[in-house]
């Protein structure tokens, strides 16, 4: 019954200790694990290459550990609030080595301090002056840390890389996705009905506006098909894009559809996932025109304001409450912006001045 009382009390022991792994996040575990072997490393040393026993031996170790693993964390800390990680391999260097001798300095001053305060130093040791003796422990710890750096900044590099490879992958997959979604959305027998039924009002009383509005339709449906081959695309592009398909719902609202634009000539240029602007010109006509008797404005707005690029949609109508979690465009907005800036650009949907829904798209000033 003993027996199967400690065997019972070893495998609690056992499963409490894997629960513990598992909740220490990969850096505590480096840390600790680290540490331990820098404990095992230096008791082997001592014990198979020492001259002499010191005394203090395993409490100077211990507050060297106590130390280091306080230092280190403030300084992995430290690099996370000055976002070190995010730039340039380059700069990354010339931090990691400023950084790796300014909390060297401090954890040498701090284990010297300490050493001399308690009088837990070597015979040797006592010899040299305080300043020399942090000369000489600054080197030594500078060569430890500038080892922790370059593990950090390491693992850091390879798993951005690693992200950003897979950030990549999701949005080809997301861009064939929209490109799929934007076809049946295009092709769809309510839309299609509605283009060429229009089309035909115009056959005998203007031909000439209906072999326009064919070529509109036509250009469309190629926009859409063509949008997987594209990351981004200029706005003028996309400005093209969202005319024809307005043009062809002019015909279908006629006096109940206005549409302005208030482009500024300088965005012209701007990149912007493709097919985005007519996502979201889509809705403003499905959600907004659509439900009004007397129909409504529709207002394009593109411009600089200040550090970024803005991209306004503009329509008469009012937001309803779920709106933003409704349908696929929203949605695609949302990942695409993420995954092409990576939270460097912002998507808002919300009402303005009582009777107008306003959608806008804020970019940072860079190309892709």
């Given at each position: 019954?003993?027996?199967?009382?400690?065997?019972?009390?070893?495998?609690?022991?056992?499963?409490?200790?894997?629960?513990?792994?598992?909740?220490?996040?990969?850096?505590?575990?480096?840390?600790?694990?680290?540490?331990?072997?820098y404990i095992l490393v230096n008791t082997f040393f001592?014990?198979?290459?020492?001259?002499?026993?010191?005394?203090?031996?395993?409490?100077?170790?211990?507050?060297?550990?106590?130390?280091?693993?306080?230092?280190?964390?403030?300084?992995?800390?430290?690099?996370?609030?000055?976002?070190?990680?995010?730039?340039?391999?380059?700069?990354?260097?010339?931090?990691?080595?400023?950084?790796?001798?300014?909390?060297?300095?401090?954890?040498?001053?701090?284990?010297?301090?300490?050493?001399?305060?308690?009088?837990?130093?070597?015979?040797?040791?006592?010899?040299y002056t305080f300043w020399n003796k942090l000369l000489?422990?600054?080197?030594?710890?500078?060569?430890?840390?500038?080892?922790?750096?370059?593990?950090?900044?390491?693992?850091?590099?390879?798993?951005?890389?690693?992200?950003?490879?897979?950030?990549?992958?999701?949005?080809?997959?997301?861009?064939?996705?929209?490109e799929l979604k934007t076809i049946k959305s295009h092709?769809?027998?309510?839309?299609?009905?509605?283009?060429?039924?229009?089309?035909?009002?115009?056959?005998?009383?203007?031909?000439?506006?209906?072999?326009?509005?064919?070529?509109?339709?036509?250009?469309?449906?190629?926009?859409?098909?063509?949008?997987?081959?594209?990351?981004?695309?200029?706005?003028?592009?996309?400005?093209?894009?969202?005319?024809?398909?307005?043009?062809?719902?002019?015909?279908?609202?006629?006096?109940?559809?206005?549409?302005?634009?208030?482009?500024?000539?300088?965005?012209?240029?701007?990149?912007?996932?493709?097919?985005?602007?007519?996502?979201?010109?889509?809705?403003?006509?499905?959600?907004?025109?659509?439900?009004?008797?007397?129909?409504?404005?529709?207002?394009?707005?593109?411009?600089?304001?200040?550090?970024?690029?803005?991209?306004?949609?503009?329509?008469?109508?009012?937001?309803?409450?779920?709106?933003?979690?409704?349908?696929?465009?929203?949605?695609?907005?949302?990942?695409?912006?993420?995954?092409?800036?990576?939270?460097?650009?912002?998507?808002?949907?919300?009402?303005?001045?009582?009777?107008?829904?306003?959608?806008?798209?804020?970019?940072?000033?860079?190309?892709?």
């Open positions: 019954m003993a027996c199967l009382n400690f065997a019972g009390i070893l495998c609690v022991q056992k499963k409490t200790l894997i629960e513990i792994m598992k909740r220490l996040s990969a850096y505590w575990l480096c840390q600790l694990g680290g540490w331990s072997g001592y014990f198979t290459i020492r001259t002499k026993p010191s005394p203090y031996f395993f409490q100077s170790l211990f507050l060297d550990v106590a130390v280091g693993i306080t230092i280190t964390h403030i300084m992995r800390t430290f690099i996370i609030k000055t976002n070190l990680l995010n730039y340039d391999i380059r700069r990354q260097i010339v931090y990691m080595f400023l950084t790796t001798i300014f909390f060297a300095l401090i954890y040498a001053f701090l284990i010297t301090w300490a050493d001399q305060s308690l009088k837990w130093e070597s015979d040797l040791m006592k010899e000489r422990a600054s080197f030594g710890f500078s060569l430890f840390l500038l080892i922790w750096n370059f593990i950090y900044f390491t693992y850091h590099y390879v798993e951005k890389a690693r992200k950003e490879q897979l950030d990549k992958i999701r949005l080809e997959s997301l861009v064939k996705e929209l092709i769809n027998p309510h839309f299609i009905f509605n283009a060429l039924n229009s089309i035909r009002a115009l056959v005998d009383e203007n031909p000439e506006r209906a072999r326009t509005a064919i070529t509109e339709l036509s250009n469309i449906l190629r926009s859409s098909m063509q949008a997987e081959k594209l990351e981004t695309a200029s706005l003028e592009r996309e400005l093209s894009i969202v005319k024809d398909y307005l043009e062809l719902e002019h015909i279908r609202f006629e006096d109940r559809l206005r549409i302005e634009f208030d482009i500024d000539e300088d965005t012209l240029d701007q990149l912007v996932p493709p097919m985005m602007l007519q996502t979201l010109v889509e809705n403003a006509i499905k959600h907004g025109i659509s439900k009004k008797v007397n129909g409504g404005l529709i207002k394009i707005i593109s411009d600089f304001r200040d550090d970024h690029y803005e991209l306004i949609v503009q329509n008469t109508g009012s937001l309803e409450t779920d709106f933003s979690s409704e349908g696929f465009g929203i949605a695609s907005t949302h990942n695409r912006l993420a995954l092409l800036y990576g939270g460097k650009a912002n998507f808002a949907i919300k009402n303005k001045n009582g009777d107008m829904v306003e959608a806008k798209v804020t970019f940072p000033l860079l190309n892709l």
